[in-house]
Nanobody, 126 residues
Framework: QVQLVESGGGLVQAGGSLSLSCAAS???????MGWFRQAPGKEREFVAA????????AYSDSVKGRFTISRDNDKKTVYLQMNSLKPEDTAVYFC????????????????????WGQGTQVTVSS
């Protein structure tokens, strides 16, 4: 199973930006990838996902227009650029890999993923 390591989290003021990275231990170019987050006392929620080819991406309504997911298959890394951050974006952010390769559609549900990183904390102060 692939190992995923997130980085780039931290403390930022509202309105600021952070860029998260998710480095994979092996090639993931034939798998879709996603970002989820979990705030204290809340369930893990979908943030963004990108298909294996990068042709399709999708976002939750709460981050649409502010966050951008991208991937560099040569570097085995997926990114999440987060702009105009809000205090409600505070959470632990996780990256994950689809269960199955070559899936053309974006997957929104956590059950469609079977490899998860340990997460990186993002804290947005008001």
């Amino acid at each position: 199973q692939v190992q995923l390591v997130e980085s780039g989290g931290g403390l930022v003021q509202a309105g600021g930006s952070l860029s998260l990275s998710c480095a994979a231990s092996r090639r993931t170019s034939n798998y879709g990838m996603g970002w989820f987050r979990q705030a204290p006392g809340k369930e893990r929620e979908f943030v963004a996902a990108i298909t294996w080819s990068g042709a399709s991406a999708a976002y939750s309504d709460s981050v649409k227009g502010r966050f951008t997911i991208s991937r560099d298959n040569d570097k085995k890394t997926v990114y999440l650029q987060m702009n105009s951050l809000k205090p409600e974006d505070t959470a632990v952010y996780f990256c994950a890999q689809y269960k199955y390769p070559w899936v053309q559609e974006v997957r929104y549900d956590a059950a469609s993923y079977n490899s998860w990183g340990q997460g990186t904390q993002v804290t947005v102060s008001s």
